[in-house]
């Protein structure tokens, strides 16, 4: 029963899938990061191109 005990206590194969587990979160959440910003980016990018449209078409119905 020691050697089971001490053979026990002396795995480390756990820690290598909590160690990729913990890298897997960081890219997650650096990907989610990123992705917000660039949807804020895209957000701001069509709504100026939406109002340059419109200011475009306005004046072409007024010539």
Request: glycine share 10%.
């Amino acid at each position: 029963m020691k050697i089971q005990l001490k053979a026990f206590l002396h795995n480390d194969s756990g820690a290598t899938a909590i160690e990729y587990g913990l890298i897997a979160a960081v890219v997650a959440v650096v990907v989610i990061a990123s992705f917000n910003g660039l949807g804020d980016a895209l957000n701001d990018l069509f709504n100026g191109n939406e109002k340059s449209i419109i200011g475009a078409m306005s004046n072409a119905n007024k010539s």
